[in-house]
């Protein structure tokens, strides 16, 4: 009688030391789980607010300089970096004893490859956002989405302007090898005001396709306000 009693009480003691075992292993599961999922969501929080301030960062103002120089829109859709490239190249060539005439500017399109700031900032923005892990898949889509329209657009308008900035090297060659001359080869803003015309033009394709400066802006609002309502859904306050 007693041996059973003990028997009894033996098997109720593993039991008991099982049940607390298991219950012991899944609170500590969900603790791990806890935990790795809070930090999930903290790295998701960061890299949204990083998301969110780079993209404002195009249209932020300077409050304490109005000019039209350092106006956001002026530094982010310029085409300075075109010129550049195109008016160190070609003077360059003529310096060398080379001939640019209008009847052969195909010959010089395959040596260019800049781009507005624009562009670069797009492609990389773009690259670094669509494999994030801790960006949510809907945000991440309209982004790279914004980002392809964007950049493929600036490289279209860009490709097909790029003989008329030639032209302008080649009615302005004189004076522009003149002024690199006197200026050790740096680019004054006489120079840069010779293309002028062709950052309106650039501007103005743009916004015929829905890229220009305002609809930028409005696409950056949109994915902010996405944001924004991500991060409401994690606030433990009504």
């Not at 009688?1 to 593993?14: G, N, P, R």
């Not at 809070?38 to 409050?63: G, P």
């Not at 160190?88 to 800049?114: H, P, Q, T």
């Not at 994030?132 to 329209?149: G, H, M, Q, S, W």
């Amino acid at each position: 009688m007693l041996k059973d009693i003990a028997s009894i009480v033996q098997i109720c003691f593993y039991v008991v030391g099982a049940t607390i075992a298991i219950l012991t292993y899944r609170s500590a599961k969900r603790g791990l789980l806890n935990t790795v999922n809070t930090e999930y969501h903290k790295r998701v929080l960061d890299h949204l607010h990083e998301l969110s301030e780079t993209l404002y960062t195009e249209f932020e103002f300077n409050l304490e300089d109005h000019s039209d120089k350092n106006h956001p829109f002026t530094k982010t859709f310029n085409i300075n970096l075109v010129v550049e490239e195109i008016v160190y190249y070609l003077s360059g060539y003529v310096r060398r004893g080379g001939i640019v005439e209008k009847n052969n500017l195909d010959a010089f399109m395959d040596f260019f490859y800049a781009y507005p700031i624009i562009f670069k900032k797009s492609v990389n923005m773009r690259n670094q956002i669509e494999s994030d892990p801790f960006i949510p898949e809907n945000i991440a889509n309209y982004v790279v989405k914004y980002l392809d329209e964007r950049a493929s657009a600036v490289r279209e308008i860009i490709r097909f302007q790029r003989p008329r900035y030639v032209k302008v090297f080649i009615d302005n060659e004189r004076y522009i090898l003149e002024s690199l001359e006197t200026n050790n080869n740096v680019i004054d803003e006489r120079i840069y005001s010779l293309f002028a015309h062709l950052e309106r033009d650039f501007r103005s394709q743009l916004t015929l396709r829905e890229l220009g400066p305002i609809h930028n802006l409005e696409n950056i609002h949109a994915i902010r306000t996405m944001i924004r309502d991500y991060l409401k859904s994690f606030n433990p306050l009504p």
